[in-house]
């Protein structure tokens, strides 16, 4: 079980269960769609800027325990961030997932989202937990063209 | 049958493979449906190939060429005995039953729809047999139809019958279907589009491995399957056809080998069935499927399947017993695909979970989105038997899910 509980971490399983900001927003800035095609993982991303400044973020759409959480760690970690510190953030987790050696010194940066270091160990649900991040990388450059992890 | 005749243990020693570990536990491998496992016959006789036979067909004049062309040759008698196919002609080596369903869309469909012409096909059809259909009805300006199924995964055979008109020229169908293991009445559906003089392509990919396939008995006009799905090796399959459309067929592919002369002003096709085989086939998967059919025919396809029907109804039964788990596809007549959902649980959660039990399943749409939008579902885990799987191996599928609900409780 020992590899199970490094995946699904407690805190993994309770933000799937009842996720954080899922919901659109009355008047958003930016919105983007995240599919990833080898799972059919759907999120849709709504950002609310001002002054480069994420006042607001929630997010839709139905996937994997992990995507789902992924998404709602996503939105509470962005909120109150400014568009630098949120890819800033994005940077960091996706080297923690997809980079060797920092890993540690990468997850400590990390805060809470270190939970989904365990994530490294499964190659193919690395997509999962990145998807939300894509889609609000795209939200936040005001992309239009649904993201896909393909 | 009892499971009793069938030694399923001496079976599982003609399988390197399946002594394999996984995450530190035994392989417990139910995604046949995706890819077949390979018997040492198999493997020896892609070894033996290279070892002893290698060379290019139908060009040589020294020795060597002379065995690798009589084993190819001897691989395509082997699968029309298979299919019971009325000649070897008929036989064409492709690289699986996607390119067979795209050599006839190109070949046979390019000719024969024209503006305003249908194709008919089902809900229950893998991508490869919608998307070379949907390029064709765009090309030709032709429409495909599409008929439904019930909530067990069956065909509305009325539907199916009702979508059959003037402007239909070809209904191309499952066997067997991938995502639910639903057994299509493909002899029946054959009958009555025959009736209207409408050809049929059926997509064997799914049933070759698992069913007593015979060509004759099921008057279908192309029949296809995948060589990896039915014990061979990845990279070579095959289309059946019926000798007088095939003869009417332009060529798929150009280059060598389908030509009877070539010069700048004009080219002279060669017979049947080198026509549909440009360049240098995939001899040693020819030779490889020939040896993995001549192994299903030594075990008995009849022996086969029910063996597989046994496992089919203690999985079924385990699965039904669990709570939270809903089977998708309950047809009457179905191969041994346990497609389900686990409620609560993502399919790719249940999947993960089941890997980490060393349980090999499928996680996702299958290929067959069509079929998970019927169902109003984004994916099922889907757990797909084959000859060499053991009830054990269920019980051990029925243990992960438990974990599943564990974890996610």
Not at chain 1, 106 to 112: C, H, N, Q
Not at chain 1, 125 to 138: D, E, G, N
Not at chain 2, 74 to 85: D, K, P, T
Request: charged share 25%.
């Amino acid at each position: 079980m020992s590899d199970l509980r490094e995946l699904y971490q407690q805190v993994i399983l309770d933000h799937n269960r009842k996720p954080r900001n899922f919901r659109t927003l009355t008047s958003p800035t930016g919105r983007a769609e995240g599919y990833n095609p080898l799972c059919g993982d759907r999120v849709t991303v709504e950002v609310a800027l001002e002054d480069e400044v994420i006042r607001d973020i929630g997010f839709q759409g139905s996937g994997c325990a992990i995507s789902k959480a992924s998404a709602s760690m996503m939105t509470a970690a962005l909120k109150d961030k400014t568009v630098a510190e949120a890819e800033e953030t994005f940077g960091r987790f996706r080297a923690m997932l997809t980079e060797s050696g920092s890993n540690g010194e990468m997850a400590g940066r990390l805060d809470k989202l270190a939970v989904f270091a365990g994530v490294r160990e499964f190659p193919s649900r690395i997509k999962c937990a990145t998807l939300p991040w894509h889609t609000v990388h795209a939200a936040l450059a005001g992309k239009t063209e649904p993201v896909t992890t393909e | 049958m009892s499971g009793s005749s069938w030694d399923v243990e001496r079976i599982r020693k003609d399988f390197p493979i399946l002594h394999e570990e996984v995450h530190g536990k035994p392989l417990v491998y139910l995604d046949n449906a995706a890819t077949s496992q390979k018997p040492n016959v198999v493997i020896e006789a892609l070894v033996d190939y290279y070892a002893k036979q290698n060379s290019n067909v139908h060009r040589g004049l020294h020795q060597l060429s002379e065995r690798a062309t009589e084993a190819y040759e001897e691989a395509r008698v082997r699968i029309q005995r298979f299919l019971n196919a009325a000649h070897s002609r008929e036989i064409i080596f492709v690289r699986g039953a996607t390119e067979g369903i795209n050599l006839v869309a190109q070949t046979y469909g390019r000719r024969a729809v024209r503006a305003g012409d249908e194709v008919v096909i089902t809900a229950l059809e893998h991508h490869s047999n919608i998307v070379p259909w949907q390029m064709l009805c765009e090309e030709k300006h032709g429409t495909l139809r599409v008929a439904p199924i019930n909530d067990a995964g069956e065909v509305d055979f009325e539907a199916y019958e009702a979508l059959l008109g003037e402007r239909t020229r070809l209904v191309a169908i499952a066997h067997v279907s991938n995502a639910l293991g639903t057994i299509l009445p493909v002899h029946r559906m054959s009958e009555t589009a025959h009736r209207r003089d409408i050809p049929v392509l059926v997509d064997g990919a799914q049933a070759a491995p698992h069913l007593c396939v015979d060509v004759q008995a099921l008057d279908c006009d192309f029949y296809t399957f995948s060589g990896h799905k039915t014990y061979g090796p990845t990279g070579i399959g095959v289309l059946y056809g019926k000798t007088e459309l095939l003869e009417q067929m332009p060529p798929f592919h150009g280059g060598g080998d389908m030509i009877k002369s070539v010069s700048f002003e004009k080219t002279i096709y060669n017979d049947l069935p080198y026509k549909f085989e440009a360049g240098t086939p995939h001899v040693a998967g020819a030779i490889g499927l020939g040896a993995a059919l001549g192994y299903l025919e030594d075990l008995g396809l009849d022996r086969i399947a029910a063996y597989e029907h046994e496992l089919l109804v203690y999985a079924t039964d385990r699965l039904s017993s669990l709570p939270g788990v809903r089977l998708i596809g309950t047809a009457r007549d179905k191969a041994a695909v346990l497609s389900f959902v686990v409620e609560g649980v993502h399919a790719h959660d249940v999947g993960t979970i089941l890997d980490l039990e060393g349980v090999a399943v499928r996680a996702g749409h299958h290929c067959a989105m069509p079929v998970m939008t019927r169902f109003d579902i984004a994916a099922t885990t889907r757990a797909s038997l084959a000859l060499y799987n053991t009830r054990e191996e269920i019980d051990l599928l029925t243990r992960g899910l438990g974990k599943v609900r564990e974890v996610f409780r």
